[in-house]
């Protein structure tokens, strides 16, 4: 029996449903977000952008070929992300040379284990964090200002494509997969729900 991304979503909706809503996110909408909150999210979200970069690295490092293309184009947003992440500090004057806080350097580990898991569970692992703040950013509905440019640049629809084309990636490679493995897979998905909802929360205690 095949598994798919979507089945994943489905046998998890409760949790999922935990990652992408959160009361941070509608604080955002609702304008009732401190700016101590944003900035703990924004600083512990730059660091995890990092973790993340050297994970997609890995992950193309594995790869089949016909999946580059994919890959090779989050790789280059990456490149812009991280800038942007670095100008938005600047703009709130923050620094962005901070330890990580506990949740945050939690998460980052789990990114790192899973290079040590086979290529088909990485890449679903991949897709269900970029959905995670596809969704997320997405479903309040169009924020206010500051935040606009927050949620537009994850719910807009080129991202929305991207992670659909993550998606079938992940479906291509679960289908070949032994039924370990996509036991794994969903395991994964699960843990990354977990650990989105926990770095929400991280960021939402910071007032
Ligand atoms: C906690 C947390 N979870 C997921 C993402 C999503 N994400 C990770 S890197 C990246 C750039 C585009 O590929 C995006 C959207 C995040 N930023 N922070």
Request: proline content about 12%; aromatic content about 0%; charged content about 25%.
């Given at each position: 029996m095949s598994l798919t991304c979507q089945e994943i979503l489905k046998n998890h909706q409760p949790l999922w449903q935990e990652a992408t809503v959160h009361p941070f996110l509608e604080g955002c909408k609702q304008g009732t977000i401190t700016p101590e909150q944003f900035n703990t999210w924004l600083v512990q979200d730059y660091q995890f952008v990092v973790e993340f970069t050297r994970m997609l690295a890995r992950i193309l490092s594995v790869?089949?070929?016909?999946?580059f293309d994919v890959l090779l184009g989050g790789l280059t947003a990456l490149k812009d992300e991280l800038n942007w992440f670095q100008a938005k500090a600047a703009e709130r004057n923050l620094s962005l040379d901070v330890a990580k806080q506990r949740t945050c350097e939690e998460y980052s580990q789990f990114l790192g284990n899973l290079?040590?898991?086979p290529y088909a569970v990485q890449a679903t692992g991949l897709w269900a964090v970029e959905l995670a703040y596809n969704q997320g950013w997405q479903l309040p509905g169009p924020m206010p200002e500051p935040y606009t440019e927050f949620a537009d640049r994850w719910g807009n629809s080129g991202f929305t494509d991207y992670v659909k084309l993550l998606a079938q990636q992940a479906d291509e490679m679960l289908r070949d997969a032994s039924p370990e493995v996509q036991k794994e897979a969903e395991q994964t998905v699960i843990t990354v729900a977990q650990f989105e909802k926990a770095f929400w929360q991280m960021a939402f205690n910071a007032s």
């Open positions: 790869a089949p070929r016909h999946h290079a040590r898991t």
